[in-house]
């Protein structure tokens, strides 16, 4: 992921528009794009928007995107944002949703952005991925989904799925998708641009940033923190780290030595582990799934990780759990 370009092509971004879409979420997840084209003086990214129907997608406050129908869109998206507002939960545009399915066959990689995560979740394409909407539609989807992995936060990159709240939320997705497939200089060049410098982690506003979290005082350590969080279940190597950051893998394993007290991919790892204790704590997903959500190839290794890490094992883990839902459950 150090450079976003396809064999020297920019990447394709596709926005598919829902009928009542709210304006500053579409911008706050297209502008970034337009910034990093214009301040790295190359085109990085191509944006497209689709509709149902296409022509002209008014938004909720009528501003609206020249759109392409979903016949006729060609598909060959690296990723596809579905853009929604209003009450997402209720759509059943079944040719849409269909349509969405032949993109997940196909690789395409898909996003949602405000309540597009539940378009998603209707066509069937967040199975076992970790993702996030806006708060108002959260409980609502737990109902419904009650096996979905659905988080609050601002934004969760799980593999190929792509999902934030609305609002500024897109803005501070942009920011990490730039910073992995550029490097954090121009995800906060485009920050800058925006006067948006108080870019906010995936977590927030549930969990301190990073760098108050783990007293980082090293913009590179603090960097490198914000690429792990939105790179749980795709670990990037020490180099990616390293160069993304900006600075020597030596230079960043003295840092983390000095400031974590462990090497960058021990801390890395432990992340991921707690990210998986999280999981486990709060879903069914077979392990085998919790293994592929955290990064880990297989069942065994993670198993052995999460034990070393921890000092019990999965089964005993998911035991507890199940134990803990007991005793809450008595009246």
Not at 37 to 49: A, H, I, Q, W
Not at 315 to 331: D, F, L, Y
Request: some cysteine; aromatic content about 8%.
């Amino acid at each position: 992921m150090i450079d976003g370009t396809h064999h020297g092509r920019p990447q394709r971004y596709g926005f598919l528009l829902i009928e009542g879409y709210a304006l500053m979420s579409a911008a706050s997840a297209v502008e970034p794009l337009r910034a990093a084209n214009l301040l790295s003086g190359r085109r990085l990214y191509d944006l497209s928007f689709v509709s149902d129907q296409g022509g002209w997608m008014s938004s909720s406050v009528s501003g609206a995107f020249e759109t392409v129908p979903v016949s006729e869109a060609v598909g060959d998206f690296d990723v596809l944002f579905v853009v929604a507002g209003g009450n997402p939960l209720t759509y059943r545009d079944n040719r849409v949703l269909a349509w969405l399915r032949r993109l997940a066959r196909s690789g395409v990689a898909l996003g949602g952005i405000s309540g597009g995560a539940a378009i998603l979740a209707a066509a069937g394409v967040m199975t076992s991925r970790r993702f996030t909407m806006h708060w108002q539609h959260i409980d609502a989807m737990r109902e419904i989904y009650p096996e979905a992995l659905i988080e609050r936060r601002l934004f969760v990159i799980d593999r190929d799925r792509f999902t934030c709240a609305g609002g500024m939320a897109p803005l501070d997705m942009a920011h990490a998708l730039i910073a992995s497939d550029h490097g954090v200089g121009l995800a906060r060049a485009v920050s800058d641009w925006f006067i948006h410098t108080g870019i906010r982690r995936a977590e927030a506003p549930q969990q301190l940033d990073p760098a108050r979290k783990y007293d980082l005082h090293h913009p590179a350590l603090v960097a490198i923190v914000e690429l792990m969080t939105s790179h749980v279940a795709d670990p990037l190597n020490l180099d990616d780290l390293a160069h993304l950051s900006g600075i020597g893998a030596r230079q960043l394993e003295r840092l983390a030595k000095q400031q974590l007290g462990q090497s960058v991919m021990q801390f890395y790892r432990s992340l991921r582990l707690e990210k998986a204790d999280e999981i486990l704590r709060q879903s069914n997903l077979p392990l085998v799934e919790v293994a592929l959500a955290t990064g880990f190839t297989n069942r065994s290794h993670f198993s052995r990780a999460f034990k070393a890490y921890f000092g019990i094992g999965l089964a005993t883990r998911r035991k507890q759990r199940c134990q803990g839902e007991n005793h809450w459950a008595e009246p």
